[in-house]
């Protein structure tokens, strides 16, 4: 019998599981050489720890790990239903509100390790919390996609700390009640972004969409979809979502920089973003609020069938 220590959080409606204790040592080293090992020794214990039955599709995994990088308070490493991200806006909020819950954090900054660099974060006496995330840029902009059923889907492919495409187009109003029609629309232009070899940089795969759409309410300036790698969707804003989005107005002059823009998402939950100017594109600065909704142990019997997870 394995035991997991977890802390679960919320943030904007979106998931986050803690993992506090009972993972195997991933070893010395970067956040980037832990993931590696991760993935090719340890990968089961994923399965575990975020698919049925003990989790679900939308539930975003977060490994705590000592940092190497001695300016951070922690190390973290993101996974999900279908295997690894980068980094995790949503989530990171939720870590730093679970290091908090913990005692190992108060009000003040706080830096974390990522597998794409170290995230500065800020936890604010009234409970927001900021997150300064990795540069964001545009690569591509206003790209023709055939969808089929769809026609032609334009946007742009822009990194948040992973990569996305944007677009403006959309079969429907981005409200709860077309979750689904929204799901499978996201679904086509994610596969057609496969089929005609439309990647972010170096070759990557685009493994998120967003649809941007106008503002519903008079306090934000836009509303979003977003679907994730696991094929669901986003129940928050998205934290990287919004960073590539606002690389991109920023890219066309419609942000300038320090000004805030609130991103709300399909929920109706709103991230604030601003960013600053860098070297190749934005330094996003993503604004958010998480919630505590459970803690406990996992626990797993090698003799259960199910023991490792159903799924992928």
């Keep these: 019998m394995h035991s997991i220590d977890f802390i679960d959080s919320h943030t904007g409606g979106e998931p986050t599981r803690v993992i506090t204790a009972g993972f195997p040592d991933l070893g010395a080293g970067s956040m980037r050489e832990r993931i590696g090992r991760f993935r090719t ?62 005692g190992r954090i108060g ?43 769809h026609g032609k889907v334009r946007g742009d492919v822009a990194w948040g700390g992973n990569w996305f495409f944007i677009t403006e187009d959309a079969p429907c109003a981005v409200e709860p009640a077309n979750i689904k029609r929204l799901t499978a629309y996201t679904e086509a232009i994610r596969a057609s972004l496969v089929r005609q070899g439309i990647t972010g940089a170096d070759g990557a795969e685009i493994d998120h969409v967003e649809i ?21 969707h986003d129940r928050s804003p998205c934290g990287t979502g919004t960073s590539a989005k606002v690389a991109c107005l920023a890219a066309d002059g419609k942000l300038e920089p320090g000004r805030i823009w609130r991103q709300a998402g399909i929920l109706g939950t709103v991230f604030e973003a601003s960013y600053q100017t860098g070297s190749r594109g934005v330094m996003p600065r993503i604004t958010g609020t998480a919630w505590i909704a459970a803690s406990g142990r996992l626990h797993i019997d090698e003799h259960d069938p199910l023991a490792w997870g159903a799924g992928a």
């Design 107 to 149: 009000p003040g900054r706080c830096r974390l390790e990522t597998v794409v660099g170290v995230v500065d974060t800020e936890l604010f006496a009234d409970g927001r919390i900021m997150v300064e995330n990795v540069e964001s840029y545009r690569l591509a902009r206003d790209v023709a996609l055939d969808v089929p059923s």
């Design 212 to 232: 941007s759409a106008p503002p519903d309410r008079a306090d934000i300036d836009a509303r979003n979809f977003v679907l994730c790698p696991g094929m669901t």
């Design 41 to 102: 020794q340890f990968d089961h214990w994923r399965r575990a720890a975020v698919l049925e039955p003990r989790g679900s599709d939308a539930l975003v995994g977060a490994l705590l790990l000592a940092p190497e990088d001695a300016s951070a308070c922690a190390g973290v490493i993101y996974f999900n239903n279908v295997g690894y991200l980068g980094m995790c806006g949503h989530g990171t909020i939720g870590v730093v509100r679970t290091l908090a819950h913990m």
